[in-house]
């Protein structure tokens, strides 16, 4: 599902990797008591790009998500125009990868939404390096001038693979996330799109390919096991990592600290305040599974 709202000129503006909390006005009955509900930024456009590729007269902010439970689903009922109660924007950011990195963002599930917003902010300044899996061995990269970057994007099956080409509407961001997505390095856990296999196994076959000799920057968001996963290739690889947490939150703003994790250096960080970016070496990941 996707979420656009109008963002206030007060505010500045969020960051990739940045995100709110939300409260629907109504829920049903059966719900009991409703907690905001945290959901990643997956994009923006300030009120001169809104204005002038949509007609808003406001900059406008966006988000990917899906119906799990009463929140979301009473979200999902918002009618265009109607209000919503949000705060933003909320924890830290994904940094920028420095001049020799190549930036690696990685994303699983709902997971890509941040990673989306990441990679349209770098490709502002950069390339969006295209590869696919041709007869399933070869892979074929695309780049012009500007800064790498490769999307690697993974889901159960192809079913669960996001299609956001809007047959009625012409919404330019739903074509920019297109674009990407057509762009993207495309793993299936069944092999029914793209590469069989994981986001791990998709990023060790790439990294067997790449010849270039910089550093990779891993980036990523998705499901615990997947972010577990990326911490340990990022180590015994060698290169630096920022990863997303997804947790559950009650205030979101660092106060009741009930989305804590395990530091490695010992004690919790909490997802909403020190995160929900961390470098991949500062959370013991394992544990959290």
Known sequence: MHLAFEWSEDLQPPLPGQFFTFLPAMVESSAGIILRRPLAFAGFESKKHAAKSSGYQSAIAHSIYQIRGPCTR????????SHIDIIASLGNSFPY????EKAIIA???????????LAASLAENGTIAQSYIENNSKSLETSISGKEIQLVFGFRNTLFVPKFKEPTYDIPILNTWEKL???????????????????????????KDDKSLEIWHI???????????????????NFPAHLSAEQWMACGIGACQGCVLPA???????????GPVFEADA?????CL
């Open 97 to 100: 990868p420095d001049g020799d």
């Open 264 to 274: 490695r250096k010992g004690g919790y960080l909490r997802v909403c305040a020190d």
């Open 283 to 287: 959370i013991d990941w394992e544990a």
């Open 219 to 237: 980036y990523g968001c998705g499901p615990g096991a997947m972010i577990a996963e990326l911490a340990a290739f990022a180590e015994r690889n």
């Open 181 to 207: 997505l057509s762009g993207a390095f495309m793993a299936t856990d069944d092999g029914s799109e793209g590469f069989h296999g994981t986001v791990l196994d998709a990023l060790e076959f790439l990294k």
């Open 74 to 81: 009473a979200l999902a009922l918002q009618r265009p125009g």
């Open 107 to 117: 994303g699983g599930g709902i997971g890509i939404g941040p990673m989306l917003f």
